[in-house]
């Protein structure tokens, strides 16, 4: 009885291992400067945000939620349903922060 038995390459086994060390890699060097890039990047373009507003969601990509929604002269006095909690995805490459659309 002939039973087929998957055969792999070293060559396979060294690319595959390559690319699973590559992406738990860039995850963790995403934890550790991605936020901080990315609230840089709002504050740079008025945004206040929280750093617990900031999260990660994968290698190379992080979310930040902020209120927005309001366009006038005075926000403290905007009726409570024309403000509303808006998420944005970001793309952060060590230091380069492009937003997603």
Known sequence: MNRWQPRFSLRALLIATAIVGLFFGL?????????????????????RVE?????VKGPLLLS??????????????????????????YFWFFGYVVQVR
């Open 27 to 47: 995850w963790e060097a995403t934890k550790r400067r991605g936020p901080a890039d990315v609230k840089s990047y709002l504050d740079r373009q008025d945004l």
């Open 51 to 55: 750093s617990e507003d900031i999260a």
């Open 64 to 89: 930040a939620g902020y209120f927005g929604g309001y366009v006038g002269p005075d926000p403290l006095s905007a009726s409570p349903s024309s403000i509303y909690w808006q998420q944005h995805y």
